[in-house]
């Protein structure tokens, strides 16, 4: 397929198109809505299901309904309204029918703005609804990766009758720039055995999430750990740049990764060893590899859009090991890369404190008050 | 005297509906409502192409007592789901079975929508006046003056507002196609329930647009009454806030005549 200018939101909504995307349910919230409107005409204009819900918590109940016929579905919204699908999200994990989720991130709490943010990690990343499961969780730092990861997350749905979700911001949402879709693949009707279509023929099945004896409820549990489990060995993804022989490594994902990237290639180029390391797959997270640069670098810092969310993983993979140090920018801003560029000069031309909190020594130097 | 006459069924357990004992209190007509639908399925021949939604509330494991495929929704959201079925799967028909906290509580958006798109698909909605699997707490069918376990001094209407004619709300929209309200707490009532919860499939399979039918019920148990009371708690005290009434017919319903 040639390349072409394509925006980042409907990038991925056209991917999910050729993927085979049989029903799309959602509705309008910015930075997200060019998925929705993308998706209006594309979709009946291809005969395939197109509806806008009266809510995001009817948005992700209708594709729960339509995943338990072993449809190829998805919803896509940003932070607020996700908020509002956490429901949808745990019952369809605890029912394990597959099930696609694109997050465009925006700044929070609250109704908060419009602009790109980092500030749902933990939400999404730590659950995503109430109960003992864990999301597949993918993060993009271009629009080709978010065509890519976005056909790859229907794949994984399906292969381990999971939620994935596609964590992406308003600023990956929004960019246009050039990227390569996939070609078409017909909707392809899956049959799988525990499908709800009707019991022609055949035994009737039922799908629900509730297991009201503790010890069903516990053996699902285990079940869906047990997938945890392989999704674990099988599913971990990152990028790594200028690792080689980087002193100092730098750790962040989508766009703050990207801009962190910037600044390593202009920090390269006044021959300073520091490298980017950048976690794809956010669940699972790349805990070992991120251990394994820990016992090479010197120092490690975290960059993010957000108050140093990912930042607990990186300090949970480093164990201690070499001195972390955290910069973030917050609110829907997005850092500059000299902003960062500025962090590894200091950090490279620095003693690093050991044991410091890197959230509290960030705040300190950013000046902010009250701390 | 002749011994051979031929044996004539006329009474038995419906296709469509399993051999298990129902987790309902004695005198609760959930079972009645659930039989009438399981007729319903057998007389179209639907069950192998019908998918039920089952909500939060008494009847959440519905699931169990009707033999076709079934799925679980969240509390309210059986009309969201039911619609996310249906889209994908046209020809096939989907039902939900709802309680009346489930549908006119925290599910009356989905409802409203799914009645305003026109959604094929057909609801059963039992109304009892309260919140029967928690224990009987206010519901918003609840009367005004009736106690409940949330309301123990009687609803009073100036702090709890007034209940909800959810039949009546529904019919207002166009994309209704059949609502109805009928009753269970008699023999007659139970024939006409019959009939409306036939006509409201029959909706269905002719793409009619969204059928519903709202089944006054009784909870003895939670309403602190024997089933016997509770059948003439039900006709004196909820017919006259819910009248039995035909609130939305499509023509091409009315013509039809069900024998």
């Known amino acids: 397929m040639p390349r072409e200018l394509l925006k980042g939101n409907v990038a991925t909504a056209e991917a999910a198109i050729r993927a085979g995307l049989e029903a799309y349910f959602g509705y309008p919230i910015t930075p997200q809505t060019e998925l929705l409107e993308w998706f209006s005409e594309r979709m009946p204009a291809l005969g395939r299901t197109f509806l806008q819900a009266e809510s995001e918590l009817a948005a992700i109940n209708m594709v729960y309904g339509a995943a338990c016929t072993g449809a190829r579905v998805m919803t896509s919204s940003s932070s607020p309204g996700v908020s509002l699908m956490m429901e949808g999200i745990s019952y369809i994990a605890g029912t394990e029918v597959p099930v696609v989720l694109v997050d465009v991130m925006r700044g929070g709490p609250g109704l908060g703005n419009i602009a790109p943010s980092q500030g749902d990690y933990n939400q999404i990343v730590r659950g995503g609804g109430h109960g003992d499961f864990r999301p597949i969780v993918l993060a993009p730092a271009s629009v080709q990766e978010s065509i890519d990861l976005t056909v790859l997350a229907f794949d994984l749905a399906e292969k381990y009758r999971a939620i994935v979700i596609v964590l992406t911001d308003g600023s990956l949402g929004q960019m246009m720039e050039p990227a390569e879709l996939p070609p078409m693949q017909p909707v392809k009707r899956r049959q799988p055995d525990w499908a709800v279509t009707g019991a022609e023929g055949r035994e009737r099945r039922i799908l629900s999430s509730i297991y009201l004896s503790p010890e069903e409820e516990e053996v699902t549990n285990f079940r869906l750990l047990q997938r945890w489990n392989q999704i674990e060995a099988n599913e971990i993804r990152y990028k790594e740049y200028f690792l080689d022989d980087a002193e100092l490594v730098l750790v962040g994902f989508g766009t703050a990764g990207r801009v962190a990237l910037s600044a390593v290639r202009a920090a390269r180029a006044e021959g300073i060893p520091v490298g980017l390391f950048r976690p794809i797959s956010l669940n699972p997270y790349p805990f070992e590899a991120i251990k394994d640069l820990s016992s090479r670098a010197r120092a490690m810092l975290v960059v993010e859009m957000n108050s140093g969310q990912m930042l607990e993983d990186v300090l949970l993979a480093v164990s201690g090991k070499v001195p972390v140090e955290f910069f973030g920018r917050l609110g829907g801003m997005v850092p500059f890369p000299d902003e960062v560029l500025a962090e590894i000069r200091r950090l490279a031309h620095e003693p690093v404190a050991p044991n410091g909190n890197p959230r509290r020594s960030w705040m300190k130097r950013m000046a902010i008050a009250g701390n | ?259």
């Not at chain 2, 007509?29 to 008494?58: F, K, P, Q």
């Not at chain 2, 166009?174 to 409201?200: C, F, M, Q, T, W």
């Not at chain 2, 009619?208 to 089933?227: I, Y």
Request: proline residues 6%; aromatic residues 8%; charged residues 20%.
């Open chain 2, 1 to 259: 005297m002749d011994t051979n006459l031929p044996a004539e069924i006329v009474y038995q357990r419906p296709q469509a509906f399993t051999e298990v004992t129902t987790h309902y209190c004695p005198g609760c007509t959930h079972g009645v409502a659930h039989r009438l639908v399981a007729e319903v399925l057998d007389e179209m021949n639907l069950r192998e192409r019908t998918i039920g939604v089952a909500s939060v509330g008494c009847s959440v494991f519905a699931y169990n007592y009707f033999d076709c495929d079934f799925v679980e929704a969240a509390h309210g959201r059986a009309p969201a789901m039911a619609t996310g079925i249906k889209r994908v799967l046209p020809e096939r028909v989907v039902f939900t079975y709802q309680g009346d906290g489930d549908l006119a509580s925290i599910g009356m958006a989905e409802i409203v929508h799914a009645a305003a798109r026109g959604e094929n698909i057909t609801v059963i909605f039992i109304n009892n006046a309260n919140y029967g699997m928690t224990g009987g707490q206010m519901a918003p069918t609840t009367l005004p003056g009736q106690k409940t376990t949330s309301s123990p001094l009687g609803r009073d209407v100036e702090q709890m507002g007034f209940p909800i004619r959810t039949a009546e709300l529904l019919a207002t929209l166009e994309g209704a196609g059949y609502v109805v309200r009928r009753s269970l707490h008699d023999p007659k009532n139970i024939r006409l329930a019959k009939k409306a919860l036939r006509l409201a499939f029959e909706a269905q399979v002719r793409g009619l647009g969204f059928s519903l039918v709202e089944l006054l019920s009784t909870c003895p148990t939670n309403w602190g009454l024997s089933p016997l009371q509770a059948l003439h708690w039900l006709e004196e005290r909820m017919i006259p806030v819910f009248p039995l009434e035909d609130f939305k017919v499509s023509p091409a319903l009315s013509q039809l005549r069900i024998s």
